[in-house]
């Protein structure tokens, strides 16, 4: 299978259906799947392994105690951290293959000393400013493509 080069980070997340969803999205795309901390969910749970449908097998997926853990691994890589805190689109973006696509949790974000220490590159996915946030499958799909679509990093 073609691999897209980029890595998808979620930092703690939350729901089990989301990162099935996001595990799925992988699988499609040939990118990697990262947990990061403490997940809020087993990664045995059925709605897990429903939104993911029979694509668990055809993705890369590790896990990371932490973003420093994760950080000493791959210190090279260029980093995007997408958050609803940041003033750059994520158009604004040149994303490089081989990238981590950074994500925090659904009702907490990515912790706001990471977000803070890494501005430069922190971006935001453009949408009305009297609405909170999008779902977090749905901002990754978002951005993957983004990345896809500047690097040219997958054939259809």
């Given at each position: 299978m073609q691999n897209s080069g980029f890595k998808i980070v979620l930092n703690e997340p939350e729901i089990p259906q989301n990162t099935g969803n996001?595990?799925?999205?992988?699988?499609?795309?040939?990118?990697?799947?990262?947990?990061v901390g403490k997940l809020g969910f087993s990664l045995s749970e059925k709605y897990v392994k429903r939104a993911g449908l029979d694509y668990w097998d055809d993705v890369n997926i590790r896990r990371f105690q932490s973003l420093e853990e994760l950080f000493e691994e791959f210190p090279?890589?260029?980093?995007y951290f997408l958050t609803t805190k940041a003033k750059?689109?994520?158009?604004?973006?040149?994303?490089?293959k081989g990238s981590l696509l950074i994500f925090g949790s659904e009702t907490r974000g990515l912790p706001i000393d990471v977000i803070m220490s890494n501005y430069d590159n922190a971006f935001r996915i453009p949408m009305l400013p009297e609405q909170r946030s999008l779902n977090l499958?749905?901002?990754?799909a978002i951005v993957l493509y983004e990345a896809i679509r500047q690097t040219g990093n997958i054939e259809y």
């Open positions: 996001i595990a799925r999205l992988c699988a499609c795309t040939g990118s990697d799947l990262f947990l090279n890589e260029e980093k750059q689109s994520h158009f604004e973006a040149k994303f490089k499958s749905n901002s990754v």
